[in-house]
């Protein structure tokens, strides 16, 4: 079952029915779906790993049901497809808290997400090369091979959210993944998000980059002076390793006479998004206008580009408190995770551990990336809450498990004396 599941993260996010007209025309992913179900139906041992997660998550998906039935713009193009999207990822999110069990199950995976995307990565770096490019705010940009996640920025975003994940095969003990194959997946990463041309995707990196340096460094002030000599290192190389045209996209996160008009534009649009997107909020406080309405509320061209202004418009105050208490369940969990992870013993190569507080650090992206995206039903929100969900079912296990061994061995002891 958990090859099915890796199988089918690859499918969502590499998207070959998109790319491959064939494939598209007999709905394999819907066909590949219900296979997978079936034989869910009929695998033993299922049942919902105990966390917080779920009931938030059921609050969410319940907040977004009624905004779209309320909606006065439910059959409008993309509101259906968006509430479709989201009821895929759902139904995998309970397959995936129903089937995975323990820690090797949750490590098999997450490296399947990886290599999914890796694929994915690799084959549009791959077109790339080959003049698959997309001209925008005045230099080439790199784009996916795909359709719905191909714009620069939502993919830089999709490659940005896995190089957390790759924080737990680095510091894996006993290493079963080469080191020199988790360098090499993030040093791609990290090149192609510069080739996007994303702003955002670029604020994202060296967030992640800071986060790492500060997290993994016993004394803190020391990480920041480091952190500052790196960032002053990696301007320096990539002033001379990227074209100058990228060179001018990035300045304008400092500079905005670095690039052309429509670059302030855009960067300006993000809180635009936001105050759009309260605007519209007040006509419809508690449910909002339904989801993917933000076009159509505004009277705009495009969505929010704004997570903020986003959930406000399009799901209102039940909405936005369902994703706070989404947010808050990630929190929990970090910090039981956290926890958990000194009474194994090992906190710093533990497996599952490490994924969770990887999860943690994509939290930190996922709501950064949020200022300046429209990432309110990314796929990413429920995948990494069942790795969250997962890996601190694995370590209460784990540690039950060994609680009730040392009882019974001093209930041993006991009886003999």
């Not at 009474?343 to 497996?351: A, E, F, H, I, V």
Request: charged share 15%.
């Amino acid at each position: 079952m958990i090859w099915l599941l890796g199988g089918y993260m690859w499918l969502f996010v590499h998207r070959p029915f998109e790319i491959y007209n064939s494939l598209g025309e007999i709905q394999f992913e819907r066909g590949y779906m219900l296979f997978m179900m079936l034989v869910w139906a009929v695998a033993p041992n299922k049942g919902f790993v105990s966390n917080r997660m779920h009931a938030a998550l059921g609050c969410f998906s319940i907040a977004l049901v009624m905004a779209w039935v309320m909606s006065p713009y439910a059959n409008k193009p993309g509101c259906i497809d968006t509430v479709e999207s989201y009821a895929k990822v759902a139904v995998f999110y309970i397959l995936v808290v129903t089937t995975v069990r323990d820690d090797k199950q949750l490590r098999q995976l997450v490296f399947l997400f990886l290599t999914g995307t890796g694929l994915y990565m690799l084959h549009s770096l791959w077109e790339f090369m080959h003049g698959r490019i997309q001209w925008r705010m005045g230099i080439s940009r790199m784009i996916g091979v795909d359709i719905t996640y191909s714009d620069p920025n939502a993919f830089a975003s999709t490659l940005l959210y896995t190089l957390p994940l790759l924080i737990p095969f680095w510091r894996e003990q006993p290493r079963r993944m080469p080191r020199w194959f988790v360098l090499g997946y993030g040093v791609c990463a990290v090149m192609c998000i510069l080739l996007t041309g994303s702003r955002a995707g670029f604020v994202g990196l060296c967030l992640f980059s800071l986060i790492l340096l500060i997290s993994s460094a016993k004394n803190k002030m020391q990480a920041v002076t480091i952190a500052c000599v790196v960032g002053f290192l990696g301007f320096t190389i990539l002033s001379v390793a990227l074209p100058a045209e990228l060179q001018g996209r990035y300045l304008t996160l400092v500079d905005s006479s670095q690039g052309p008009a429509n670059a302030q534009t855009s960067a300006e649009g993000r809180l635009d998004g936001f105050l759009e997107g309260m605007r519209v909020w007040q006509q419809s406080p508690l449910l909002g206008h339904g989801p993917a309405s933000f076009a159509f509320s505004t009277g705009r061209e495009g969505q929010a580009h704004n997570l903020y202004g986003q959930v406000m418009s399009e799901m209102g105050l039940l909405g936005a408190l369902s994703l706070l208490a989404v947010v808050v369940c990630f929190w929990s969990n970090w910090r039981e995770s956290r926890r958990l992870a000194i009474l194994t013993g090992t906190p710093d190569t533990d497996m599952s551990s490490q994924i969770a507080q990887a999860v943690g650090i994509n939290l930190v992206l996922l709501l950064v990336m949020g200022w300046a995206g429209h990432n309110l039903f990314r796929y990413n929100w429920q995948w990494f809450a069942s790795f969250s969900a997962i890996a601190v079912h694995c370590m209460r296990v784990r540690i039950a498990t060994r609680e009730e061994a040392w009882e019974a061995s001093e209930h041993g002891q006991l009886a003999w004396q």
